[in-house]
């Protein structure tokens, strides 16, 4: 009888462990993954991650980290392309899974590119929600800004869930739930189902509509700072939009008014 232990599988170069995967519809999904000891990153950054391909070379994307930079476990929010390279393997992994992440965080959806303010708009499309999802979890964002306000367009109401439940599920946080203290409002809208807010915010912003429901006055370079993580459409549309109201777009290196980011595809 052979008794020798069998042999390993090999171990994936930076291989990190899924621990949970939720599927929002069937064309959405999050899930954690261990997070190395040794990553550090600023909420609202992305890294490259993936599988390994068939033909032995990592397949990977840039994801944005969706969870905040305290978590313990890193979370992403994806799409499922049904032939998409990457998501069409990715949308089947389970808990007890590896996957591939290179700890390199990068971006430019971060505060240190920000000029101070007192007012943080986030303007997301789609997945584009994944950044903020880490943002409106950092405490810093809130000592930061006396007031965020996350706007969230999508097709369908279904699409929204993933930012609904967190949102919903933040005021009563342990850990940033007194850090929140009514700072955060949630301005979702849908475009092609009905939703108690239709249109994609672009428009709202354009006829002030968004201002009007929310109560505040227009966007002013004096203290309004913001985020635009969505398709190419929405953020050339949004960046038109708000250099209209003076802002100027920032960098880490040229900290401004505003940033942009699109939404990767993954
Ligand atoms: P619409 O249905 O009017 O195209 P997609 O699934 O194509 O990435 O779009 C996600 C959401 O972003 C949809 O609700 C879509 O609205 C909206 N959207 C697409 N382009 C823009 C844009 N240029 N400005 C604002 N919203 C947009």
């Not at 097709?155 to 967190?166: C, K, Q, S």
Request: hydrophobic share 35%; aromatic share 8%.
């Amino acid at each position: 009888m052979n008794t020798a232990p069998a042999p390993k599988a090999p171990t994936l170069p930076d291989a990190q462990t899924v621990t949970q995967v939720t599927h929002w519809t069937d064309w959405l999904f999050s899930f954690r993954v261990t997070r190395p000891k040794s990553l550090r990153f600023r909420s609202g950054e992305f890294v490259m991650i993936g599988l390994m391909g068939d033909n032995g070379r990592p397949l990977l994307r840039a994801y944005s980290i969706a969870s905040p930079s305290w978590d313990d476990e890193l979370e992403f929010y994806s799409i499922k392309v049904q032939d998409g390279p990457l998501t069409s393997r990715l949308q089947h992994i389970k808990a007890g899974d590896e996957i591939i992440l290179r700890p390199k965080p990068v971006g430019t959806l971060v505060h240190d590119a920000l000029l101070p303010g007192k007012r943080l708009y986030l303007f997301a499309t789609g997945t584009g929600i994944a950044p903020f999802a880490s943002l409106i979890r950092d405490p810093e964002t809130y000592e930061k800004f006396d007031e965020v306000i996350l706007a969230h367009t999508c097709r369908t109401v279904a699409e929204l869930e993933y930012g609904r439940v967190l949102v919903e599920s933040l005021p009563d946080d342990p850990l940033i739930g007194e850090f929140i203290d009514g700072k955060l409002r949630y301005y979702p809208t849908t475009t092609r189902e009905d939703s108690p807010k239709m249109g994609r915010v672009t428009d709202k912003l354009r006829s002030g509509e968004l201002f009007d429901d929310l109560g505040v006055p227009p966007i002013s370079v004096d203290v309004d700072r913001a985020m635009v993580c969505g398709s190419m459409g929405l953020n050339k549309d949004i960046k038109e939009i708000l250099e209209g109201f003076g802002l100027r777009e920032g960098a880490n290196s040229d900290p401004a008014h505003y940033v942009v980011e699109k939404a990767f595809v993954g």
